[in-house]
């Protein structure tokens, strides 16, 4: 099912312009590709000729060489702002027409790139299956029988499937990274404020990354290289200084969980992960064994702990209304964000501030983490008999990450014995995207 098209890559794309293809030539073949594609699941709206065609006549080509991203289409999670696109967060009762671009969508768009349509989500982004929409579920072109990974799902399909070149997702407990890992991406989710999050649905609005689907660690590079920066529109954007992975210096010494901090594998993913480690070594990096438990404990925070609280206050008077929402995010939101106090919000606060001071020795030991992305791939059986635990486990490697505010890097890395997709993530102190991106680019060149 996986369609793999050597015009889908960012250069595949400025191949085809350098050779005189106009992009609304280009652009209008591959919206018809998107609606004729077979997954209703995938795109909740696809830009009409119309809105395309204007896109397309706003490309100068003259600045052909100038913008980096010119012509090059991409699709959108439908919780980040497109100016003219519906935004549902995949709630029909919640959807509204935004009159301007999210500040990462409008960076893009300057950088000429051009968005094609609003891709689907789990709802109101609470989960990391993909399953949890009103509408089809995406399905994962590797494994149809499997779960997509979420909340991201229909970003992650969309370039899975060879439909655009990149997607934008968001990524506040691993919903960025999972995707990835079971679509075989990449999965860019860049240090919490890198890149502005004004006009996104907030999940967790402190915490909130907009994050890049990629086939290749350079593809998501350039797009994170076309939409970071400093946003005064966005109160949690912070400036970080310039850099690029060619200016980065190598990676050498990676933690890996310990013996008592690996997860309850399935017995494939596990294997994969030992492949993985194997490849690792064989690049010459050191691996050294890093305890877990700090990393689990803030990784509880998140969903176990008030932090689920923030996700009610972005969305408390909506879900007090009559609105028709799926009885799974109700409960995460409201029944069990409503059962924490201000006390209990204060409380997780001073014990996060703890836990970043105990983490804080392991970053002079080593340059990076390196973690399985997830370690299962649940099956859509599995998650109709269970909604809730196979959805934990897929966070146990990402859950912490921007409690913690540091930045990751998913990338594809041996498949499971089974022949599925499995990831690799690479994690790093915040800051240090630019460092993770070179790495990436090592680690995709040993395969």
């Known amino acids: 099912m996986v369609e793999q098209r050597a015009d889908q890559g960012i ?3 400025r191949r085809r312009y350098a050779a005189g ?10 919206r018809a590709r998107i609606l004729d594609c077979g997954d209703p699941g995938i795109f909740l709206h696809v830009a009409s000729k119309e809105a395309l065609a204007a896109s397309c006549a706003a490309l100068d080509p003259a600045d052909q060489a100038r913008l980096p991203l010119w012509g090059i289409p991409f699709a959108v999670k439908d919780n980040i702002d497109v100016a003219g696109m519906p935004t549902t967060a995949a709630c029909p009762d919640f959807t509204y027409l935004p009159e301007r671009h999210a500040g990462a969508v409008a960076r893009l768009v300057a950088a000429g790139a051009v968005p094609v349509g609003k891709t689907n989500l789990d709802q109101f982004a609470t989960g990391l299956v993909g399953v949890r929409t009103p509408h089809p579920v995406p399905v994962n072109p590797h494994a149809p029988g499997r779960v997509p990974g979420g909340s991201s799902s229909g970003s992650a399909v969309a370039v899975a499937r060879g439909l655009v070149p990149f997607a934008l997702g968001t990524d506040t407990a691993g919903s960025g990274r999972v995707p990835a890992g079971l679509c075989g991406l990449v999965g ?3 240090t919490p404020g890198a890149v502005s999050t004004a006009g996104v649905v907030p999940a967790c609005r402190s915490l909130d990354c907009i994050s890049v689907f990629a086939g290749t660690v350079a593809d998501a590079w350039a797009v994170h290289d076309a939409m970071a920066g400093f946003d005064a529109a966005d109160p949690y954007s912070r400036p970080w200084p310039a850099a690029t992975p060619a200016d980065a210096a190598p990676l050498r010494v990676l933690g890996v969980p310990d013996e008592a901090g690996r997860p309850r594998f399935d017995a494939a993913a596990e294997a994969a992960w030992d492949a993985a480690m194997d490849r690792l070594r064989a690049m010459g990096v050191t691996l050294l064994p890093v305890p877990m438990g700090a990393f689990n404990e803030v990784a509880a925070l998140l969903y176990e702990g008030a932090w689920v609280a923030e996700r009610l206050a972005a969305l408390e008077g909506f879900l007090a209304g009559p609105a028709a929402v799926l009885p799974v995010t109700r409960g995460i939101i409201a029944g069990n964000g409503g059962r924490f106090s201000a006390a209990d919000a204060f409380r997780a606060l001073h014990r996060l501030e703890a836990l970043k001071r105990e983490t804080a020795p392991v970053w002079e030991r080593i340059d990076a983490l390196a973690v399985p ?15 809730i635990g196979p959805n934990s486990r897929l966070g146990t490697f990402t859950n912490f990450v921007n409690l913690l505010g540091l930045a990751a890097l998913a990338v594809p890395g041996p498949d499971r014995p089974d022949g599925l997709p499995a990831g690799a993530t690479f994690i790093g102190p915040g800051g240090s995207d630019a460092h993770l991106a070179a790495f990436g680019m090592r680690f995709e060149a040993a395969a």
């Open 11 to 13: 250069d595949g794309f």
């Open 21 to 30: 293809e106009a992009p609304a030539r280009v652009l209008a073949a591959l």
């Open 188 to 190: 860019l989710k860049p």
């Open 373 to 387: 992305t997830a370690p299962l791939f649940p099956t859509l059986a599995e998650l109709e008999a269970d909604p």
